[in-house]
Protein backbone atom coordinates (compact mmCIF):
# COMPACT_ATOMS: atom_id res chain seq x y z
CA UNK A 1 0.00 0.00 0.00
CA UNK A 2 1.19 3.35 -1.04
CA UNK A 3 0.76 6.70 1.28
CA UNK A 4 0.38 10.10 -1.03
CA UNK A 5 3.31 12.39 0.55
CA UNK A 6 1.34 15.37 0.33
CA UNK A 7 -1.71 13.64 2.22
CA UNK A 8 0.36 12.33 5.19
CA UNK A 9 1.86 15.33 5.50
CA UNK A 10 -1.37 16.96 6.30
CA UNK A 11 -2.89 13.97 8.26
CA UNK A 12 0.29 13.98 10.66
CA UNK A 13 0.25 17.80 11.31
CA UNK A 14 -3.90 17.45 12.28
CA UNK A 15 -2.94 13.99 14.43
CA UNK A 16 -0.10 16.22 16.05
CA UNK A 17 -2.68 19.40 16.50
CA UNK A 18 -5.34 16.98 17.93
CA UNK A 19 -2.80 15.26 20.47
CA UNK A 20 -1.38 18.98 21.67
CA UNK A 21 -4.78 19.90 22.21
CA UNK A 22 -5.95 16.83 23.96
CA UNK A 23 -2.92 17.05 26.50
CA UNK A 24 -3.84 20.78 26.70
CA UNK A 25 -7.21 20.50 27.71
CA UNK A 26 -5.72 17.50 30.49
CA UNK A 27 -2.93 19.94 31.72
CA UNK A 28 -6.45 22.56 32.29
CA UNK A 29 -8.27 19.61 33.77
CA UNK A 30 -5.12 18.75 36.30
CA UNK A 31 -4.57 22.49 36.75
CA UNK A 32 -8.23 22.74 37.58
CA UNK A 33 -8.23 19.91 40.05
CA UNK A 34 -5.21 21.33 41.87
CA UNK A 35 -6.92 24.48 42.91
CA UNK A 36 -9.84 22.61 44.29
CA UNK A 37 -7.78 20.42 46.26
CA UNK A 38 -3.91 21.91 46.68
CA UNK A 39 -2.58 18.86 48.60
CA UNK A 40 -3.13 17.27 45.55
CA UNK A 41 -0.55 18.70 43.46
CA UNK A 42 2.02 18.25 46.39
CA UNK A 43 1.64 14.19 46.42
CA UNK A 44 2.20 14.42 42.53
CA UNK A 45 5.42 16.79 42.84
CA UNK A 46 6.04 13.79 45.82
CA UNK A 47 5.61 10.75 43.34
CA UNK A 48 7.51 12.47 40.97
CA UNK A 49 10.84 12.84 42.99
CA UNK A 50 10.80 9.22 43.66
CA UNK A 51 13.17 7.85 41.09
CA UNK A 52 15.50 10.57 42.22
CA UNK A 53 15.24 9.48 45.70
CA UNK A 54 15.51 5.56 44.76
CA UNK A 55 18.98 6.71 42.87
CA UNK A 56 20.26 8.62 45.92
CA UNK A 57 19.69 5.94 48.28
CA UNK A 58 21.63 3.35 45.39
CA UNK A 59 24.18 5.19 45.02
CA UNK A 60 25.14 5.63 48.97
CA UNK A 61 28.43 3.92 49.76
CA UNK A 62 28.79 1.24 52.26
CA UNK A 63 25.49 1.37 53.32
CA UNK A 64 22.05 -1.44 52.20
CA UNK A 65 19.83 0.93 49.97
CA UNK A 66 17.22 -2.10 50.76
CA UNK A 67 15.82 -0.82 54.19
CA UNK A 68 15.25 3.17 52.46
CA UNK A 69 13.86 1.22 49.29
CA UNK A 70 11.38 0.00 51.68
CA UNK A 71 10.65 2.96 53.53
CA UNK A 72 10.36 4.72 49.87
CA UNK A 73 8.11 2.21 48.62
CA UNK A 74 6.10 2.41 51.77
CA UNK A 75 5.67 5.83 51.16
CA UNK A 76 4.80 5.94 47.97
CA UNK A 77 1.86 3.54 48.59
CA UNK A 78 0.33 5.57 51.43
CA UNK A 79 0.80 8.92 48.85
CA UNK A 80 -1.51 6.92 46.24
CA UNK A 81 -3.81 5.84 48.49
CA UNK A 82 -3.87 9.27 49.61
CA UNK A 83 -4.42 10.44 46.15
CA UNK A 84 -7.35 8.22 45.62
CA UNK A 85 -9.38 8.73 48.62
CA UNK A 86 -8.95 12.48 47.82
CA UNK A 87 -9.66 12.11 44.10
CA UNK A 88 -13.00 10.10 45.39
CA UNK A 89 -13.74 12.68 48.24
CA UNK A 90 -14.36 15.04 45.54
CA UNK A 91 -15.99 13.44 43.36
CA UNK A 92 -13.17 12.46 40.26
CA UNK A 93 -12.38 8.87 38.93
CA UNK A 94 -8.92 7.19 39.92
CA UNK A 95 -7.27 8.41 36.83
CA UNK A 96 -8.51 11.51 36.59
CA UNK A 97 -4.86 13.64 36.97
CA UNK A 98 -3.20 10.59 34.53
CA UNK A 99 -2.64 11.65 30.73
CA UNK A 100 -4.04 9.01 29.22
CA UNK A 101 -3.52 8.27 25.02
CA UNK A 102 -6.38 7.55 23.09
CA UNK A 103 -5.04 4.86 21.27
CA UNK A 104 -3.96 2.27 23.62
CA UNK A 105 -2.57 0.29 20.80
CA UNK A 106 0.48 2.95 20.15
CA UNK A 107 -0.03 5.39 22.85
CA UNK A 108 -0.75 8.03 20.29
CA UNK A 109 2.58 8.15 18.60
CA UNK A 110 0.81 7.07 15.30
CA UNK A 111 2.68 3.38 14.46
CA UNK A 112 2.50 0.24 15.88
CA UNK A 113 4.76 -2.44 15.25
CA UNK A 114 7.00 -0.52 13.13
CA UNK A 115 3.57 0.31 11.19
CA UNK A 116 1.35 2.56 10.50
CA UNK A 117 -1.40 2.33 13.36
CA UNK A 118 -5.07 2.35 12.88
CA UNK A 119 -5.47 5.55 14.65
CA UNK A 120 -3.51 7.57 12.18
CA UNK A 121 -4.59 5.27 9.22
CA UNK A 122 -7.84 7.37 9.96
CA UNK A 123 -6.38 10.53 10.14
CA UNK A 124 -4.57 9.81 6.61
CA UNK A 125 -8.55 8.49 5.27
CA UNK A 126 -9.97 11.83 6.41
CA UNK A 127 -7.15 13.93 4.93
CA UNK A 128 -7.55 12.22 1.54
CA UNK A 129 -11.38 12.29 1.64
CA UNK A 130 -10.71 16.14 2.07
CA UNK A 131 -8.44 16.66 -0.35
CA UNK A 132 -10.28 14.45 -3.22
CA UNK A 133 -13.93 16.49 -1.90
CA UNK A 134 -12.12 19.78 -3.58
CA UNK A 135 -12.58 17.79 -7.39
CA UNK A 136 -15.32 15.20 -6.81
CA UNK A 137 -18.04 14.94 -4.59
CA UNK A 138 -16.97 12.08 -2.70
CA UNK A 139 -18.42 13.45 0.90
CA UNK A 140 -22.10 13.48 -0.73
CA UNK A 141 -21.90 10.44 -2.98
CA UNK A 142 -22.08 6.86 -2.79
CA UNK A 143 -23.10 3.64 -4.47
CA UNK A 144 -26.91 3.59 -2.34
CA UNK A 145 -27.52 7.03 -4.27
CA UNK A 146 -27.16 6.39 -7.42
CA UNK A 147 -30.09 7.05 -9.34
CA UNK A 148 -30.85 4.41 -12.00
CA UNK A 149 -34.16 5.43 -12.79
CA UNK A 150 -32.72 8.25 -14.90
CA UNK A 151 -31.81 5.73 -17.32
CA UNK A 152 -34.35 4.68 -20.52
CA UNK A 153 -35.51 0.72 -20.75
CA UNK A 154 -36.36 0.70 -24.01
CA UNK A 155 -33.09 -1.40 -26.09
CA UNK A 156 -30.64 0.57 -27.56
CA UNK A 157 -28.06 -0.55 -30.62
CA UNK A 158 -26.87 -3.43 -28.66
CA UNK A 159 -29.94 -4.83 -27.78
CA UNK A 160 -29.67 -3.93 -23.84
CA UNK A 161 -31.14 -0.78 -22.55
CA UNK A 162 -29.26 1.97 -21.18
CA UNK A 163 -30.39 0.81 -17.65
CA UNK A 164 -29.10 -2.07 -18.11
CA UNK A 165 -25.89 -0.98 -19.17
CA UNK A 166 -25.90 1.00 -15.81
CA UNK A 167 -26.88 -1.72 -13.71
CA UNK A 168 -23.70 -3.64 -15.03
CA UNK A 169 -22.08 -0.80 -14.48
CA UNK A 170 -22.76 -0.03 -10.80
CA UNK A 171 -22.46 -3.98 -9.80
CA UNK A 172 -18.57 -4.11 -11.51
CA UNK A 173 -17.65 -0.63 -9.41
CA UNK A 174 -19.24 -1.74 -6.67
CA UNK A 175 -17.60 -4.60 -6.87
CA UNK A 176 -14.16 -3.09 -7.99
CA UNK A 177 -14.79 -1.04 -4.89
CA UNK A 178 -15.29 -3.87 -2.14
CA UNK A 179 -12.35 -5.70 -3.66
CA UNK A 180 -9.73 -3.47 -4.52
CA UNK A 181 -6.03 -3.88 -3.32
CA UNK A 182 -6.64 -7.41 -3.95
CA UNK A 183 -4.92 -7.72 -7.03
CA UNK A 184 -4.24 -4.50 -9.70
CA UNK A 185 -7.79 -4.02 -11.86
CA UNK A 186 -8.49 -0.83 -14.27
CA UNK A 187 -11.56 0.93 -15.04
CA UNK A 188 -12.38 2.85 -18.40
CA UNK A 189 -15.23 4.60 -18.64
CA UNK A 190 -16.60 5.74 -22.00
CA UNK A 191 -19.54 7.21 -23.07
CA UNK A 192 -20.81 11.07 -23.64
CA UNK A 193 -20.92 13.93 -20.72
CA UNK A 194 -23.74 13.39 -18.24
CA UNK A 195 -23.76 10.01 -18.02
CA UNK A 196 -22.49 8.89 -14.50
CA UNK A 197 -18.58 8.57 -14.90
CA UNK A 198 -17.79 10.69 -12.74
CA UNK A 199 -20.34 10.46 -10.05
CA UNK A 200 -18.89 6.72 -9.94
CA UNK A 201 -15.47 7.31 -10.17
CA UNK A 202 -16.15 9.44 -7.07
CA UNK A 203 -18.17 6.41 -5.04
CA UNK A 204 -14.75 4.45 -6.03
CA UNK A 205 -12.68 7.28 -4.65
CA UNK A 206 -14.96 6.95 -1.39
CA UNK A 207 -14.94 3.82 -0.75
CA UNK A 208 -11.13 3.13 -1.62
CA UNK A 209 -9.84 6.14 0.06
CA UNK A 210 -12.36 4.89 3.48
CA UNK A 211 -10.28 1.74 3.56
CA UNK A 212 -6.88 3.83 3.51
CA UNK A 213 -5.34 2.96 -0.05
CA UNK A 214 -3.77 6.71 -1.64
CA UNK A 215 -6.21 8.02 -4.37
CA UNK A 216 -5.19 10.96 -6.79
CA UNK A 217 -8.13 12.46 -8.71
CA UNK A 218 -6.90 14.87 -11.73
CA UNK A 219 -8.17 15.94 -14.89
CA UNK A 220 -6.53 15.21 -18.02
CA UNK A 221 -5.90 18.88 -18.92
CA UNK A 222 -4.08 19.08 -15.33
CA UNK A 223 -2.09 16.01 -15.48
CA UNK A 224 -0.64 16.74 -18.72
CA UNK A 225 -0.08 20.21 -17.80
CA UNK A 226 1.83 19.14 -14.63
CA UNK A 227 3.78 16.38 -16.97
CA UNK A 228 4.50 19.09 -18.93
CA UNK A 229 6.14 21.28 -16.26
CA UNK A 230 8.33 18.88 -14.85
CA UNK A 231 10.03 18.01 -18.06
CA UNK A 232 10.32 21.56 -19.15
CA UNK A 233 9.98 23.53 -16.21
CA UNK A 234 11.30 21.44 -13.47
CA UNK A 235 12.86 24.96 -11.66
CA UNK A 236 10.75 27.14 -12.28
CA UNK A 237 7.71 24.58 -11.17
CA UNK A 238 9.28 22.11 -8.93
CA UNK A 239 6.12 21.16 -7.21
CA UNK A 240 5.29 19.88 -10.73
CA UNK A 241 7.90 16.75 -10.54
CA UNK A 242 5.84 15.71 -7.12
CA UNK A 243 2.63 16.21 -8.93
CA UNK A 244 3.67 13.81 -11.45
CA UNK A 245 5.15 11.26 -8.91
CA UNK A 246 2.08 11.19 -6.87
CA UNK A 247 0.58 10.40 -11.08
CA UNK A 248 2.95 7.77 -11.12
CA UNK A 249 3.00 6.00 -7.51
CA UNK A 250 -0.62 6.19 -6.22
CA UNK A 251 -2.82 2.87 -5.30
CA UNK A 252 -5.54 4.47 -7.31
CA UNK A 253 -4.81 7.08 -10.01
CA UNK A 254 -8.46 8.47 -11.65
CA UNK A 255 -7.95 9.96 -14.96
CA UNK A 256 -10.92 12.10 -15.42
CA UNK A 257 -12.47 13.81 -19.35
CA UNK A 258 -9.51 11.65 -21.22
CA UNK A 259 -10.19 13.50 -24.52
CA UNK A 260 -10.54 17.47 -23.64
CA UNK A 261 -7.07 17.80 -23.55
CA UNK A 262 -5.17 19.49 -26.62
CA UNK A 263 -3.47 16.17 -28.34
CA UNK A 264 -0.17 17.10 -29.01
CA UNK A 265 2.96 14.46 -29.42
CA UNK A 266 4.13 15.37 -25.50
CA UNK A 267 0.86 14.18 -24.49
CA UNK A 268 0.82 10.82 -26.23
CA UNK A 269 4.17 10.47 -24.87
CA UNK A 270 2.90 11.33 -21.11
CA UNK A 271 -0.09 9.23 -21.55
CA UNK A 272 1.70 5.97 -22.74
CA UNK A 273 4.44 6.47 -19.80
CA UNK A 274 1.40 6.62 -17.70
CA UNK A 275 -0.13 4.06 -18.41
CA UNK A 276 2.14 1.61 -19.35
CA UNK A 277 4.41 2.55 -16.19
CA UNK A 278 1.22 2.24 -13.52
CA UNK A 279 0.76 -1.40 -15.78
CA UNK A 280 3.94 -2.76 -15.00
CA UNK A 281 3.91 -1.49 -11.27
CA UNK A 282 0.82 -2.98 -10.43
CA UNK A 283 -1.00 0.27 -10.27
CA UNK A 284 -4.64 0.02 -10.15
CA UNK A 285 -6.22 3.16 -12.93
CA UNK A 286 -9.28 4.78 -13.80
CA UNK A 287 -9.80 6.28 -16.88
CA UNK A 288 -13.24 8.30 -18.26
CA UNK A 289 -13.59 9.44 -21.65
CA UNK A 290 -16.16 11.13 -23.71
CA UNK A 291 -14.66 9.32 -26.61
CA UNK A 292 -15.61 6.16 -28.39
CA UNK A 293 -13.07 3.45 -28.84
CA UNK A 294 -12.06 4.13 -32.29
CA UNK A 295 -11.35 8.13 -31.32
CA UNK A 296 -9.33 6.91 -28.64
CA UNK A 297 -7.08 4.79 -31.04
CA UNK A 298 -6.87 7.54 -33.81
CA UNK A 299 -5.82 9.86 -31.09
CA UNK A 300 -3.60 8.13 -29.15
CA UNK A 301 -2.65 5.43 -31.59
CA UNK A 302 -2.33 1.57 -31.52
CA UNK A 303 0.28 1.18 -28.43
CA UNK A 304 -2.13 2.82 -26.05
CA UNK A 305 -5.52 1.42 -27.44
CA UNK A 306 -4.06 -1.84 -27.04
CA UNK A 307 -3.11 -1.68 -23.29
CA UNK A 308 -6.58 0.05 -22.80
CA UNK A 309 -8.41 -2.62 -24.59
CA UNK A 310 -5.94 -5.23 -22.92
CA UNK A 311 -5.71 -4.56 -19.74
CA UNK A 312 -8.84 -2.30 -18.91
CA UNK A 313 -12.26 -3.31 -18.44
CA UNK A 314 -14.48 -1.29 -20.59
CA UNK A 315 -17.58 0.15 -19.39
CA UNK A 316 -19.79 1.79 -21.53
CA UNK A 317 -21.87 4.34 -20.50
CA UNK A 318 -25.34 5.09 -22.10
CA UNK A 319 -28.82 7.36 -22.29
CA UNK A 320 -29.89 10.80 -21.45
CA UNK A 321 -27.55 13.99 -19.96
CA UNK A 322 -28.55 13.16 -16.13
CA UNK A 323 -27.74 16.84 -15.52
CA UNK A 324 -30.50 18.49 -18.49
CA UNK A 325 -33.08 15.98 -17.39
CA UNK A 326 -32.46 17.06 -13.73
CA UNK A 327 -32.18 20.73 -14.91
CA UNK A 328 -36.27 19.63 -16.78
CA UNK A 329 -37.68 18.70 -13.37
CA UNK A 330 -37.11 21.68 -11.84
Given at each position: MAYDGKVMREALQRFEEDKQRRA??????????????PRLEAIEKELRGTMARIMTEALRH???????????????????????????????????LEDKPRCAL????????????ACLQKYYAQEQIKSLSSLLDVGSQSFDTFGLEWYDTKPGESGRSPRQLMERNLA?????????GEKPENLLLDGAPGLGKTFLSACIARVVSEDGFSVVYDTAVHVFARCESAKFRGDEEPDAAVDVLRY??????????????????FVQSALYQLVNGRLLAGKSTIISTNLTPAQLESRYGAAIWSRLQGEYTVLAFAGEDIRKLKRMMR
Amino acid sequence: MAYDGKVMREALQRFEEDKQRRASQTEARRQRIYREIPRLEAIEKELRGTMARIMTEALRHGEDPAPALLRIRTENTMLQQERAELLAEHGYAADALEDKPRCALCGDTGYCGGKMCACLQKYYAQEQIKSLSSLLDVGSQSFDTFGLEWYDTKPGESGRSPRQLMERNLAVCQSYAAHFGEKPENLLLDGAPGLGKTFLSACIARVVSEDGFSVVYDTAVHVFARCESAKFRGDEEPDAAVDVLRYESCDLLILDDLGTEMTTNFVQSALYQLVNGRLLAGKSTIISTNLTPAQLESRYGAAIWSRLQGEYTVLAFAGEDIRKLKRMMR
